[in-house]
């Protein structure tokens, strides 16, 4: 049987940072407004078109010395990074929830979640396809009515909340794509554990706003990866909230 869980373990992990590779893509191509169809894979500084072999997720940009096959332009690390984390991403939730029928859409919803915040570090933009794709895949379990309405809950809140602060200040508070986000943490996290992963969000994003100063900070990149951590530690951070609350 362990022998069973650890192949099923490296399939997740192979086919993890395959769907990394096609994040580069998306990574790419949504916020330049190109298609992610067409065209094929190309270098892109050259525009070459590439081979079959040079597209293997890790392995070709190993295999290249991180440089175009082509013109010998560096390729950006990025891409074997992308694909490395998701697939420790979805090992690690195949070794949180196991083999459910649910594992799938939780490992997408969080591969988009990856995505968004590659997206959001490079171009201050939170796509919206690839949002509401996340907030999809989220709601995509068992107790399907109750992450509905958390995601309800949650993204009302939000909203309602930025609505206030934004006619107090007589600005734009919070966005849609952090509503949007955080339906999608709800739903994946429930209550109180969302809460929970809002406060860890606003501890990790401390630092850097106090070093960015004037310059822009992401907030999607500290809510995902305050989401992913909420969600592979549920019981113990439950168990620090309870003891915080009731000693």
Known sequence: ?????????????????????????LIYRIPNEMSINFPP??????????????????????????????????ISAQYPVVEFINGLIWLAIFAKIGLVWYLPFVMLSFSMLLALTMIDFKYYAVPDNLNIAALIFALIQPD????????????GALYLLGFIVSKLAKKEALGE???????????????????????????????????????????????????????????FLLRMLEALMYG
Not at 144 to 155: D, E, P, S
Request: hydrophobic residues 60%; contains cysteine; glycine residues 6%.
């Open 177 to 235: 794509a952090d509503i949007i986000v955080a339906a999608t943490m709800a739903a994946l996290l429930g209550f109180p554990l969302f809460f929970i992963a809002m406060f860890i969000a606003a501890i990790l994003a401390i630092v850097p706003s106090l070093l960015a100063k004037d310059t822009k900070v992401p907030f999607v990149p500290f809510l995902a990866l305050a989401t992913l951590i909420t969600y592979l530690n549920q019981e």
């Open 41 to 74: 894979s190309q270098c892109t500084s050259c525009g070459h078109k590439l081979k079959w072999y040079h597209n293997i997720p890790l392995i070709s940009w190993l295999a290249l010395g991180g440089k175009c096959a082509f013109c010998k332009e560096k």
């Open 1 to 25: 049987m362990e022998a069973y869980n650890i192949l099923i373990a490296v399939f997740v992990f192979l086919f993890g940072i395959s769907v990394g590779s096609f994040l580069n893509v």
């Open 144 to 155: 399907f009515f109750h992450a509905i309405l958390n995601a309800l809950y949650a993204g």
